[in-house]
């Protein structure tokens, strides 16, 4: 092996090689390139890499890699293990040298641990590991601590991707639990106004209403209790879904039929909703009635809440082994950003004409739809429409 000196190329190279390290995205990938290239200069068959568990505080294997002669990653980075923890105990470089005589080169094994450091802490340890020797020369163990500190960046660097992740999705439930209180105390006043306010107009004794009138308030008093009692029951059913599945009444049934009795009293409750359908006969499913007429009540509920005076097209029609359903309106359409959030619990699309609601009506319509071992899913184009699919199989072994 060439002698190993700290020479101005070798300085550079160095150089170079953590500069290409530091603009790879990936810290697997940079890593990689990283030790390929010290074996350049430095030559070593297996390394493995333990980061301390935040949680257990021992050290877990993060990365081993059998770069050298024989042997594989996995079994060095177990016999790694006993040496990387003794490193962490002394804090320091550590070397250990086989007992000579044993004749078998393999188990010859000259270890090189090096502490990675945090910021103010021993991360985890890196481990280098020689079959047959040489010894780690003074000049090398320079070099590997100075690869040491740029592993150390690495991994710092994951863990900060990491912890970044972790926040993140956190900000992002308790913003939408923030939202979801403030949309919700607003979503259970307004009914309330209207039913207090209307109750009260009608108990006042210093005037009489005619009958006419009489019917007018009483019809909003009941439209907005039923608003009320479904705004009620998707809360307690989204907590209670959070922490089991749904449980379904499975029984024979004619989907097209099922989205005719809807669709017939969906018209009766809205005359002016023009409803377009176009149901294939199809083979009947093992499926949940009640369920199922709650995911297509929900769907027009929606389209008439975001999509007002606009067309809705039901379709189902057959496609190998699954019914798909289609149901299309021509609204103002989602825009691409939100889409993959709208069926998770408490959504709802930012915006000024979306003030009401409580985000839970697609979350639950996908709950349903799993437990169907189905899919549901969405495509929109911004001012040309909204379209929901959902993809039940015929064969159901729910
Ligand atoms: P909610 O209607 O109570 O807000 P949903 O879970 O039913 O909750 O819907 C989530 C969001 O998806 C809604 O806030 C709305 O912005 C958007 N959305 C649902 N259906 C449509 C539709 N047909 N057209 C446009 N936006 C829709």
Known sequence: MAQFRLDPNTLTYIRDLLQGAAIDENWKVALDKLLRATREEFVFDNVAIYLIDQISNTLEITYARAIGREKTAEADATWGEIFANQV?????????????GDDNRL???????????????????????RFGGP??????????????????????????????????????????????????????????????????????????????????FLTIIDEETDRLTQLIDNILESAKLQSSTIELNLLPLRLDSLIRDVVVRVQARNKDLRIEVDLDKVPPIQGDNIRLTQVLDNLFSNSTKYAPGS???????????YLLITFSDEGPGIPNAYLPYIFERF?????????FGSGLGLYICNQIILAHHGKIWVESEIDRGTTFFIQLPIENTA
Do not use: C
């Not at 188990?107 to 590991?129: D, F, S, T």
């Not at 067309?311 to 082994?321: A, C, P, Q």
């Open 88 to 100: 962490l105990e002394k804090k320091g470089v550590l070397i250990q040298e086989p007992v000579k």
């Open 107 to 129: 188990l010859q094994a000259y270890l090189l641990g090096l502490p990675l450091y945090g910021r103010e802490k021993i991360i985890g340890v890196m481990v280098l590991i």
């Open 135 to 216: 010894e780690y020369k003074d000049a090398q163990i320079t070099l590997a601590t100075i690869i040491g500190s740029w592993v150390s960046v690495l991994l710092n660097r994951k863990v900060h991707i990491e912890t970044d992740q972790i926040l993140s999705t956190l900000q992002q439930k308790v913003q939408l639990q923030d939202d979801f209180v403030a949309t919700i105390s607003h979503e259970l006043r307004t009914p309330l106004g209207f039913i207090k306010g209307y109750t009260t107009t009608l108990l006042r004794k210093d005037t009489t209403w005619d009958d006419e009138t009489k019917i007018e």
């Open 311 to 321: 067309n809705v097209l039901v379709r189902i029609k057959k496609e190998k082994k």
């Open 347 to 355: 959504y709802r699309v930012p915006g000024e004409n979306n003030r």
